[in-house]
């Protein structure tokens, strides 16, 4: 079940005004300009920014996610109509191979159990063609980040054209590691209704994932600092290799 941050139909709409510029994408485009790649899978492609550029380079591109209102949004935004957009995840779909599949931002980390992460592996493994790539990014365990979102507990206001003031506060409410639990809270000042969003990731230490994606029929070909937060995230490019 998405959470209600991607799949509220008030959340959603919102998401990217909250979200702001996503300098973290531009990576992304050059790695699919140096792999080659013509045809990309965006799994949990959210409102669908990361799709809309990979299309607007002339490549075929398949985006997926469970939240309907997310692929609301994301639909209209793409006034070209140059993605398909596809309500679901990547263990149930079918398509014809992709050279690339990407999962950008948190995706990698709210596959919470190793059985899912493993079937979301496959499910990716299954539809790329042969030595496609995963791009993808982790949030590093040792950086700590919930700390950080907890001492950045201040409420935060914007105006957003056709909706209104929208403040936003976020809360840590759970660490064990390797999870860490975290609650969204926006309040809609036009009616004054408050809706909250409850997430939980994944942190995966280095070896963790390296060995998911060996077992898993992957070899890694580089992992890279994510260069808009160096030090924070990893980001792993790897091919299938059976």
């Given at each position: 079940m998405p959470d209600a941050l991607f799949a509220h139909p008030r959340l959603a709409p919102i998401y990217d005004a909250f979200d702001g510029d996503r300098d973290d994408l531009t990576a992304y485009l050059g790695i699919a300009d140096e792999l080659g790649a013509e045809s990309v899978l965006d799994v949990g492609c959210g409102t669908g920014s990361l799709a809309i550029l990979l299309a607007r380079g002339g490549r075929t591109?398949?985006?997926?996610?469970?939240?309907?209102?997310?692929?609301?949004?994301?639909?209209?935004?793409?006034?070209?109509?140059?993605?398909?957009?596809?309500?679901?995840?990547?263990?149930?779909?079918?398509?014809?191979?992709?050279?690339?599949?990407?999962?950008?931002?948190?995706?990698?980390?709210?596959?919470?159990?190793?059985?899912?992460?493993?079937?979301?592996?496959?499910?990716?493994?299954?539809?790329?063609?042969?030595?496609?790539?995963?791009?993808?990014?982790?949030?590093?365990?040792?950086?700590?980040?919930?700390?950080?979102?907890?001492?950045?507990?201040?409420?935060?206001?914007?105006?957003?054209?056709?909706?209104?003031?929208?403040?936003?506060?976020?809360?840590?409410?759970?660490?064990n590691l390797p999870f860490v639990s975290f609650r969204y809270s926006y309040r809609f000042m036009a009616d004054g209704a408050v809706i909250t969003s409850d997430s939980t990731l994944r942190f995966r230490d280095r070896a963790e994932v390296e060995l998911s994606l060996a077992v898993q029929g992957y070899r890694i070909l580089d992992v890279r600092e994510a260069p808009d937060r160096p030090g924070h995230e990893l980001v792993f490019i790897a091919e299938r290799t059976t």
């Open positions: 591109v398949v985006a997926v996610d469970p939240a309907e209102a997310s692929l609301d949004v994301a639909k209209s935004k793409d006034t070209a109509q140059a993605v398909t957009w596809v309500h679901g995840d990547a263990t149930t779909m079918s398509m014809p191979s992709a050279d690339l599949a990407t999962m950008t931002g948190n995706v990698a980390q709210v596959f919470l159990t190793d059985h899912n992460w493993a079937r979301a592996l496959r499910g990716v493994h299954a539809i790329l063609g042969p030595h496609g790539n995963l791009v993808f990014e982790t949030r590093r365990p040792e950086r700590r980040a919930w700390e950080e979102w907890a001492a950045d507990a201040a409420p935060h206001t914007l105006d957003i054209p056709g909706i209104g003031s929208v403040e936003r506060s976020c809360e840590v409410t759970h660490v």
